[in-house]
T-cell receptor, first 111, second 119 residues
Framework: GQQVMQIPQYQHVQEGEDFTTYCNSS?????IQWYKQRPGGHPVFLIQ?????EVKKQKRLTFQFGEAKKNSSLHITATQTTDVGTYFC???????????FGTGTRLKVLA | DTGVSQDPRHKITKRGQNVTFRCDPI?????LYWYRQTLGQGPEFLTY????????KSRLLSDRFSAERPKGSFSTLEIQRTEQGDSAMYLC?????????????????FGPGTRLTVL
């Protein structure tokens, strides 16, 4: 079955440093979504990518979808303490409504 | 509050008991998902409804789990004969279903979850 892996599992950065998390699917995806979950909270939607090679930006966040539509990345420039949380990717294969979430990358930002 | 709501927020039960959770999606959202999340893991897909039709169900889901969305609005998730391994956060999410390929989006709005503890 479809599997979605994320690396790294944890990342500690100093405030102002950059951060990247990578997501890899065992199968080709129709689309991929990214979510942020704060400690004790629920996942909150960040963005959706659909096209091969797509790149989207939201202020300091840059999202990429690989050419083969099997991998994706989230890059945060100049992290802030408000970026703390766990970032999940969620991929949907073709012919299914099911989203498979990655294992998540937990980000800690040291002030 | 017009977000997704879930009830109860916490449930403690003894092994072997049945439990039922409720999810009220955002009004007019025709898509509804149930997920299960354990500590340190991502949400695990359980089932999907489009309006009142249950269109997809995880193959990992035992037959002790059942879900309904009788009128295409709220949904319930029942777990029969609970086991300690069922202890988890049960999340519900809804979306408007404006999926039309490259120009569409399928934003899932999550509820606060129901935390189940099976003793």
């Amino acid at each position: 079955g479809q599997q979605v892996m994320q690396i790294p599992q944890y990342q500690h950065v100093q405030e102002g440093e950059d951060f990247t998390t990578y997501c890899n699917s065992s199968t080709t995806l129709s689309n991929i979504q990214w979510y942020k979950q704060r400690p004790g909270g629920h996942p909150v939607f960040l963005i959706q990518l659909v096209k091969s090679g797509e790149v989207k930006k939201q202020k300091r966040l840059t999202f990429q979808f690989g050419e083969a539509k099997k991998n994706s990345s989230l890059h945060i420039t100049a992290t802030q303490t408000t970026d703390v949380g766990t970032y999940f990717c969620a991929g949907r294969g073709s012919g299914t409504y099911k989203y498979i979430f990655g294992t998540g990358t937990r980000l800690k930002v040291l002030a | 509050d017009t977000g997704v709501s879930q009830d109860p927020r916490h449930k403690i039960t003894k092994r072997g008991q049945n439990v039922t959770f409720r999810c009220d999606p955002i009004s007019e959202h025709n898509r509804l998902y149930w997920y299960r999340q354990t500590l340190g893991q991502g949400p695990e897909f359980l089932t999907y409804f489009q309006n009142e039709a249950q269109l997809e169900k995880s193959r990992l889901l035992s037959d002790r789990f059942s879900a309904e969305r009788p009128k295409g609005s709220f949904s319930t998730l029942e777990i029969q004969r609970t086991e300690q391994g069922d202890s988890a956060m049960y999340l519900c999410a809804s979306s408007l279903g404006l999926w039309d390929g490259p120009t569409g989006t399928d934003t899932q709005y999550f509820g606060p979850g129901t935390r189940l503890t099976v003793l």
